[in-house]
């Protein structure tokens, strides 16, 4: 069956800690809030893209344990369809901790086994329902040789592709950019894809050109603390950050990307999807964790603070 947007990523127990300061090595801090949810860059983005509307399926990986049943479930009420998504025999599920403090700083603590990581034979098994997308999210924190057979499979069907990161691997940039329609990176990724840091809106542009040349239409980068760029050939723009309140920017650049592949799998201009996908980012750092929460009244809330 036809389906909106097929996401490649990872899917992972989520825990968020919420403390007012994070303990030195030998101390303790009392957590003051707990939640535990579905999580992980590939889930964050499945779950944004049916907030906003969309026909999602979940490529990803779990394990064979219990924690991957009680995910998959939360899913499937979530309104996202995980057929394609493969349970790992002898895995366990990916698990990913979120401290979170009270100055909006966050620290990571990740258990992600190589195996809950997609593979080329995991893309192929899901041939069909990459070929029956409009659009496919491939994230670049997975594999390379996967994400490039993805975008691969993805551009035969037509279907539009987004790379959401960067490309660690030299030998894959030129397929992998060539296959692109759509590449977003946040400051740190932006400053690996460009070989330089990228600090400010006119160096975010110079950088977002050079990669237009080797591929994609759209390339959306971050500029640290300041906004994102978004370059296509009729155009450019930059969107500096909304002041509102942060809680956690956990989860704000996969909101972006599902913001902004919602509106161009709808055929969108990129000036409404831009103006979406900053509005969706603003959305999501107002609470703990990266499961986003796009309800019309949060998005609409952003983009009435947009310029």
Do not use: C
């Not at 969309?54 to 009680?70: F, I, K, N, S, Y």
């Not at 190589?114 to 496919?136: N, P």
């Not at 959401?164 to 060539?178: F, N, V, Y």
Request: proline share 5%; aromatic share 2%; net charge negative.
């Amino acid at each position: 069956m036809p389906v909106d947007v097929v996401v490649a990523g990872q899917i992972a127990r989520d825990l968020v800690l919420r403390v007012f300061d994070a303990p030195d090595a030998g101390g303790s801090a009392d957590v003051r809030f707990r939640r535990e949810m579905l999580g992980g860059k590939g889930a964050n983005q499945a779950v944004a893209l049916a907030q906003l509307g969309m026909d999602v399926t979940l490529l990803g990986v779990t394990g064979d344990d219990r924690v991957a049943g009680e995910l998959l479930e939360q899913a499937g009420l979530d309104g996202i369809d995980t057929a394609s998504a493969v349970r790992r025999s002898g895995t366990e599920t990916a698990l990913i901790v979120d401290i979170v403090d009270d100055h909006g700083k966050w620290r990571y603590l990740e258990h992600i086994p190589e195996s809950t990581l997609l593979t080329t034979r995991d893309v192929t098994a899901s041939g069909t329902a990459i070929a029956a997308a409009k659009s496919v999210v491939v994230q670049l924190q997975q594999p390379a040789d996967m994400a490039l057979a993805a975008a691969r499979l993805a551009r035969a069907a037509g279907a539009r592709v987004v790379l959401d990161g960067a490309i660690e691997d030299p030998a894959h940039r030129a397929p992998l950019l060539a296959n692109a329609d759509v590449v977003r990176a946040d400051a740190r990724e932006a400053g690996q894809l460009a070989g330089r840091p990228v600090r400010t809106e006119d160096e975010g542009i110079q950088a977002a050109g050079e990669l237009l040349k080797e591929g994609p239409s759209l390339v959306v980068l971050e500029v640290a603390g300041a906004g994102n760029v978004f370059v296509h050939p009729g155009g450019r723009e930059f969107l500096p950050l909304v002041d509102t309140g942060v809680v956690d920017t956990t989860g704000a650049g996969d909101a972006l990307v599902a913001a902004l592949t919602a509106t161009l799998t709808r055929d969108g201009p990129v000036h409404e999807a831009a103006r979406l996908a900053v509005a969706a980012a603003g959305a999501t750092v107002g609470h703990a964790g990266g499961r986003p929460n796009l309800t019309p009244e949060a998005v609409n809330a952003q983009l009435d603070r947009l310029p």
